[in-house]
């Protein structure tokens, strides 16, 4: 890409991530959630520049938005299927590259995490058209509708929708304000939500139908700025557990119960968060989080008699991920019993160690050399919805740098010559994908 054509491009992405960044469901910060009317605009919104790019735009019926190019072999013949004496015989199907990420964020989020991977692609096949190129495959950009899991604490709701593989279980997780996903699906989509779990189950792309996935993200953290990069090539995603601790014991009037007769859940909560917080902190490179704490009927007269919690657990290797999970949930229940108090532990998603496809991530790290003049190999302590698209299709990302390593933060940023040069790795790979592509 000319220099001219690069700077331009990156000019337009940016300018584009930041009108995306201005729709939220919260005034004065960017916050934008799972089925909400703040996702329904920037559907609309990035459906209009999918249009642009000359993709083909769908909804799905979880609030995936899906922008499809048909192949250049599209309709042709497939020499297997001719008859002996020149038939015409069935159209060959291509197959199907897909390139995404998610259009949902965390409650006063920065406007690059998520967004990122659905505009960028964008930008770079709209290139693509305006050089004549067309690929020999088909390419669907997708614009998940959940990933972060801040309405229900369970993450990759949108890929899950769109994978086929979101089950009853899910449908039943509730909100704070006790609706449940099978309740919003019903809202957005008009239909039954088992209905929908079937449709989407059905219209699912067959791995034998795709390419692969690629996913360019920030990489949230330290690495690239470090090392003076732009850009770099993701190994593995790691492991990672989350869930709900809920401490209940007995609520009573804050100025009348002597402290040695209390049973005051918030106070058991309270120890647990800082234990996990040590207890993390001696097991490198283990990370334990509780995020959120909710307390029912909450008041200031009121000795609390439920907290819930979100705990947050990863690790680069499974087995390491799930004994720590354990031995934390072994330890609030200590607690709770110490303090005469009832617990209950609910996970709401897990997911394995997830490493990258060998053949993708060889041909992106040439492009990254291409284009940058040496890649680096990184492993993701964030999830991402290549944890789940890799059941169905081999994955591939790719990491930006960010300043100072921020991320789930209003001041989350990547620098327009950094986008730009994520922009050239992109176009080369997919033109190298073409060009290694079976005619």
């Known amino acids: 890409m000319a220099a001219r054509s690069l700077t331009s491009h990156s000019r337009l992405l940016v300018r584009r991530l930041d009108e995306l960044g201005r729709i939220s ?3 004065g910060e960017l916050t934008r959630t799972f089925l909400s009317p703040a996702m329904e605009r920037a559907n609309h919104l990035v459906g209009g520049w999918m249009r642009e790019a000359g993709l083909v735009v769908r909804e799905d019926s979880v609030g995936n938005l899906i922008g499809r190019l048909e192949s250049s072999r599209a309709g042709s013949p497939d020499p297997a299927a001719l008859g002996g004496k020149g038939g015409v015989g069935r159209p060959r199907p291509a197959k199907t590259l897909l390139l995404g990420s998610h259009l949902d964020t965390v409650r006063n989020a920065g406007r690059f995490d998520g967004a990122l991977g659905v505009v960028l692609p964008i930008v770079a096949l709209a290139e693509l058209r305006r050089r004549g190129v067309v690929l020999p495959f088909a390419v669907e950009v997708l614009g998940f ?3 972060e899991g801040v309405r229900f604490a369970s993450a990759y709701l949108g890929s899950k929708g769109y994978a086929g593989k979101m089950c009853a279980a899910d449908l039943k997780l509730r909100d704070a304000d006790r609706v449940s996903v099978g309740e919003a699906i019903r809202g957005w989509s008009r239909g039954a939500p088992a209905a929908v779990l079937r449709r989407n189950a059905a219209r699912a ?3 034998q139908q795709l390419l692969g996935y690629l996913e360019v993200h920030i990489e949230q953290g330290p690495v690239l700025e470090d090392r003076k990069l732009a850009v770099g090539v993701v190994s593995a995603i790691a492991s990672q557990t989350r869930g709900r601790l809920t401490f209940r014991g007995q609520a009573g009037h804050a100025g009348t119960t002597p402290m ?10 309270a120890e647990f968060v800082l234990l996990a917080e040590a207890f993390a902190a001696a097991r490198s490179p283990l990370v334990a989080t509780v995020g959120t704490i909710n307390i029912p009927s909450g ?3 009121v000795i609390p008699g439920e907290a819930a919690l979100s705990l947050d657990v990863r690790h680069p290797n499974d087995a ?5 999970v354990a031995q934390l949930v072994a330890q609030a229940k200590r607690i709770a019993r110490r303090r005469r108090l009832a617990l209950t532990w609910q996970p709401t998603m897990t997911h394995r160690a997830t490493p990258c496809s060998r053949t993708l991530t060889a041909s992106l790290i040439r492009s990254v050399r291409a284009v940058q003049g040496r890649s680096l190999s990184l492993v993701s302590g964030a999830g991402h919805d290549g944890v789940v698209m890799a059941a169905l299709t081999p994955v591939a990302m790719l990491f930006v740098r960010c300043r100072d390593g921020l ?3 209003p001041d989350e940023y990547a620098a327009p010559a950094d986008l730009g040069v994520a922009l050239q790795v992109v176009i080369d790979f997919l033109l190298r994908l073409a060009k290694d592509h079976p005619s």
């Open 25 to 27: 469901d919260e005034p």
């Open 145 to 147: 509708s959940e990933e």
């Open 205 to 207: 792309p067959r791995p």
């Open 260 to 269: 040695s007769l209390r049973r005051d859940a918030l106070a058991g909560a």
């Open 299 to 301: 008041a200031a007269n």
């Open 320 to 324: 390491a991920c799930n004994r720590a």
């Open 407 to 409: 991320s789930h933060h």
